[in-house]
């Protein structure tokens, strides 16, 4: 099935420290989700971008649909332990409902 | 709150039995529902898309016969895992769009364990 390329695939960071994790794919999407998925858990929605160069924060969270429409970065400001856990990117396909996901980049935060 | 409820959240059945999972919009009407799985340490991959009223789709390599879509009404989906075998354990998960824009909400997973 397709898939978005997400990077990094995994991080160890520290308590304290900003992340940046990205998405890339060569075609083109109108809506830019991303998630965190916990463990045994659905994902769950963080941010949702609508159009081509939007930046939208939620909290500590920050992300950017790309201007060519083919990417997108989440950036989490000073990690804290609960930020564990698995970010997929989920691009929308123009003209329809469907999403498609990214491969998920796990985070780990060391304390 | 959730906006999208799946039940059960797990399950575990013999070889060759069948299995329906649901999932319920809450307080919204879906039209249109999606069908994932999910393999350990693996990203999600759509299955396929529920349409109510009419026929599900299926995407490429998905068995349509062996994962059995209805969308009876506007707020529920199930899919049923028919004869299920031991390659089919994984983790499922329904999502429905919300609203004119789009962003889709996530139920809390079935994870099926076959036997």
């Known amino acids: 099935g397709q898939q978005l390329n997400q990077s990094p695939q995994s991080m160890f960071i520290q308590e304290g420290e900003d992340v940046s994790m990205n998405c890339t794919s060569s075609s083109i999407f109108n809506t830019w989700l991303w998630y965190k998925q916990d463990p045994g858990e659905g994902p769950v929605l963080l941010i949702a971008?609508?159009?081509?160069?939007e930046l939208t924060s939620n909290g500590r969270l920050t992300a950017q649909f790309g201007i060519t429409r083919k990417d997108s970065f989440l950036n989490i400001s000073a990690s804290i332990p609960s930020d564990v856990g698995i970010y997929f990117c989920a691009g929308q396909l123009p003209g329809t409902y469907k999403y498609i996901f990214g491969t998920g980049t796990r985070l780990k935060v060391l304390a | 709150g959730a906006v999208v409820s799946q039940h059960p959240s797990w399950v575990i059945c013999k070889s060759g039995t069948s299995v329906k999972i649901e999932c319920r919009s809450l307080?919204?009407?879906?039209?249109?529902m999606f069908w994932y799985r999910q393999f350990p340490k693996q990203s999600l991959m759509l299955m396929a898309t529920?349409?109510?009223?009419?026929?599900?789709?299926?995407e490429q390599g998905v068995e349509k016969d062996k994962f059995l879509i209805n969308h009876a009404s506007l707020t529920l989906s199930t899919l049923t895992v028919t004869s299920a075998h031991p390659e089919d354990s994984s983790f499922y998960i329904c999502s429905a769009p919300r609203g004119t824009n789009t962003e889709a909400f996530f139920g809390q997973g079935t994870r099926l364990t076959v036997v």
């Open positions: 971008l609508y159009k081509a160069g």
């Open positions: 529920s349409n109510e009223g009419s026929k599900a789709t299926y």
């Open positions: 307080d919204f009407q879906a039209t249109t």
